[in-house]
């Protein structure tokens, strides 16, 4: 959200600079990003009036001008603008002003002519780039005034990145209403605009989905001029806002969306067929957008509609077929409120991203869109004129979202946040929030929610808001309280840590790999008849199905590490398997490993030997022998993915909790190997499961 600094003070003015301001909105969530001039650095420059043009006698592209400036004599000044006439008001940079760069205004001869000044566009003054002509002001400017003064250009745009959660704050009412909290300065209190209703032409409103736009509103305002002039004012907040003026009805609808948050759109009534219908696209119908792309409209797209074809991508951007045009007189005025899941992601799918669908993906108030056409249509009649007609309103109180109610307690802050706030300042600061406060019993108080407040749902989110306000910074450093709930531990217990310890002691790296794997790699390395759960939504088409072992993950990463001229990988991995199907998943926790290479880390001492079947198994044996007596039996039996003649199933007394082998041979090509790998998994609550050592007789230890 990028606003002026100016436009905001006109909405609350604290007695602060702009750097403390700044610090108290990032220290508050709301991240200032930037801080920028809205103009560039010049001085001299003055409003003036061209009083007479004339042709120069030597250049056909130059005219010699007489300007007005409130000096004792009317300037010569040579310009070569297109659009300078007789009566025009623009800046003046007069001999001894400074432009942006450094660049320094003297007297000129041109083509042998005087010039004593400078009549200045828009890009000469440092306010847009790459914008040819004058600077037209508007006829009530005041000739001679300092131009920096008459644009108030001392100020800056600030620039805030807002988390999704702050929807609110995409307006400077909502910034506003923060600063207001942060510094315990009062808003300024607008008046209530009242609006004439000249005209009784209404347009009907049909909505066919309201579970997804529970209120849609429009006005009609007959006879419009759109041939107007934004006012400079208005010109000048949209541009310190990052908004370009595109003409009188766009930039209010825009000025409207960035003051109050709301978005809103207008459409040439008299190129709309029937009524308005807020419906689902149908297969197959296009749409050409204001951009001037056309896309084919999504069904699961919601559409503004007349009743011959779309209009309008709801929420997102309208089209051009109805847009509004020098030729419109009549126009249809429309704000709406649309549930955000129906609005996230559709822009994107479209490739577009605007202000409208950034606001209305994260949520806007649900009750803003009747007080933006109210305020939209005065500026409309004060620029373009007309005649306004009734507001016509489908709303569906059902659909709407409901204020939450909450009781906040005092004693569950000073828990959560440590400190114990002021009964007065809770009030004031939440109330300052736009939340309804009232006193209940136990020294707790019922909050009532505000529409515009989408993230305050819980007794949480409230004291959240509380410590945001106190200052994140001010918070003390406490040690958390509570009590330690003991459990009994049982020595028949092993903790799996002492695994992990073991396997890295004997040369083995942990690795955690995903829980989505390759089906091809799952089939080659799964039990006969062993079916793995397919993802109903998977991220590619190499991670789609859930594993059943812990081996395919485990060898993928074997087959990283050969490829990068690691010649000796020993990997382990505690995780999960799964089976069964998606509504019934059965998860199985499993310790597995696999290695390749020599048997021992290169050295001089031992002659270098690939490992065996029988290092795996020592492995294993270790592994087992942490809590283990005699129990334990490897049992020559075959697994599709291991070689016949080197795979044992391992026992521990009758149960099967087991599989050790060497990969076998047909599966080298197929999983891009090129050495010999080994492998085992075991389940992991079995080799948890130890025996006791209560029994053992511990060594005698003698002091000297």
């Not at 809205?38 to 003055?46: P, R, S, T």
């Not at 202000?355 to 373009?384: K, N, Q």
Request: proline share 5%; aromatic share 6%; hydrophobic share 40%.
């Amino acid at each position: 959200m990028k606003f002026s600094e100016k436009w905001l003070r006109e909405w609350v003015n604290p007695d602060v600079d702009t750097a403390t301001l700044v610090a108290q909105l990032t220290l508050a969530g709301l991240e200032v990003d930037a801080i920028e001039p809205v103009a560039g650095e010049f001085k001299g420059v003055v409003v003036g009036q061209v009083v007479s043009v004339e042709p120069h006698p030597d250049a056909d592209k130059l005219r010699c001008c007489k300007v007005d400036v409130a000096a004792d004599e009317l300037l010569s000044i040579v310009c070569g603008a297109s659009n300078v006439r007789e009566g025009l008001k623009i800046p003046v940079a007069v001999v001894g002003s400074v432009l942006p760069g450094n660049f320094k205004i003297k007297k000129a001869k041109l083509r042998g002519v005087e010039s004593f000044g400078m009549l200045c566009g828009a890009s000469e003054i440092g306010l847009v780039d790459n914008v040819k002509g004058l600077m037209e002001l508007a006829d009530d400017a005041p000739v001679g005034k300092d131009f920096r003064e008459y644009l108030d250009l001392d100020d800056v745009s600030i620039d805030v990145d807002l988390t999704p959660n702050r929807s609110d704050c995409l307006g400077i009412a909502g910034i506003a209403r923060e600063v207001g909290v942060l510094t315990g300065c009062d808003l300024t209190q607008w008046p209530e605009e009242t609006i004439t209703e000249n005209s009784t032409k209404t347009l009907a409103i049909n909505v066919e989905a309201p579970a997804d736009c529970p209120r849609y509103i429009g006005r009609v305002i007959e006879n419009v001029n759109v041939k107007a002039e934004t006012p400079l004012w208005m010109q000048e907040k949209l541009r310190r806002s990052g908004v370009r003026s595109l003409g009188p009805v766009v930039d209010v609808t825009n000025y409207v969306m960035l003051e109050l948050g709301q978005p809103m759109h207008a459409f040439d009534l008299d190129k709309l067929s029937g009524g308005i219908t807020v419906r689902a696209a149908k297969q197959g119908e296009k749409l050409s957008l204001l951009d001037g792309q056309e896309v084919t409209v999504l069904e699961n797209t919601l559409v503004i509609a007349d009743n011959t074809a779309p209009l309008a991508l709801a929420g997102i951007m309208g089209g051009e077929a109805s847009s509004v045009a020098d030729d419109t007189k009549n126009l249809f005025l429309e704000a709406a409120h649309f549930n955000p899941l129906v609005i996230a992601g559709r822009a994107r799918a479209y490739g577009l991203h605007t202000d409208s669908s950034h606001r209305f993906e994260r949520g806007v108030d649900p009750e803003l869109p009747r007080v933006a056409i109210e305020r939209a249509t005065v500026l409309l009649l004060d620029i373009v004129g007309g005649e306004a007609g009734p507001i016509t309103e489908q709303v569906s109180e059902v659909d709407l979202p409901k204020a939450e109610s909450i009781t906040l307690r005092a004693d569950r802050i000073k828990r959560v946040l440590g400190i114990a706030i002021e009964p007065v300042q809770v009030v004031d600061q939440l109330t300052r929030l736009g939340l309804t406060v009232l006193a209940a019993e136990n020294n707790s108080w019922q909050v009532t929610v505000p529409s515009f407040r989408f993230d305050i749902t819980i007794e949480v989110d409230l004291i959240e808001e509380l410590g945001r306000l106190y200052g994140y910074d001010k918070l003390p450093e406490t040690r958390p309280q509570g009590t330690v709930l003991t459990a009994d531990i049982s020595e028949h217990t092993l903790a799996t840590h002492r695994l992990q310890s073991l396997l890295v002691d004997r040369g083995y790296q942990e690795a955690i790999t995903y829980s989505f794997v390759d089906p091809n790699v799952q089939q080659h390395l799964a039990l006969e008849g062993e079916q793995a759960i397919a993802l109903a939504n998977p991220i590619s088409a190499d991670l789609s199905v859930m594993r059943t072992s812990l081996w395919p993950g485990l060898i993928q990463a074997m087959v990283y590490n050969l490829n990068r001229q690691h010649e000796r990988v020993r990997l382990f991995e505690v995780g999960r398997s799964f089976k069964g199907t998606q509504d019934d998943v059965i998860q199985h926790r499993q310790i597995a490993g696999a290695l390749c290479g020599s048997r021992y880390a290169e050295q001089w001492s031992e002659k270098q030997r690939p490992v065996d079947f029988f290092d795996a198994k020592a492995d294993v044996e270790a592994l087992l022998d942490l809590g283990n007596q005699g129990n334990i039996r490897f049992v020559a039996e075959q697994h599709p993915a291991l070689h016949p003649g080197q795979s044992a199933r391992i026992y521990k007394e009758e149960q099967a909790i087991g599989w050790i082998g060497a990969l076998h041979p047909k599966l080298n090509k197929p999983l891009d190997l090129n050495v010999r790998v080994y492998v085992f998994e075991l389940a992991l609550a079995p080799v948890l499961d130890a025996v006791s050592y209560t029994h053992l007789t511990l060594p005698t230890i003698y002091s000297v």
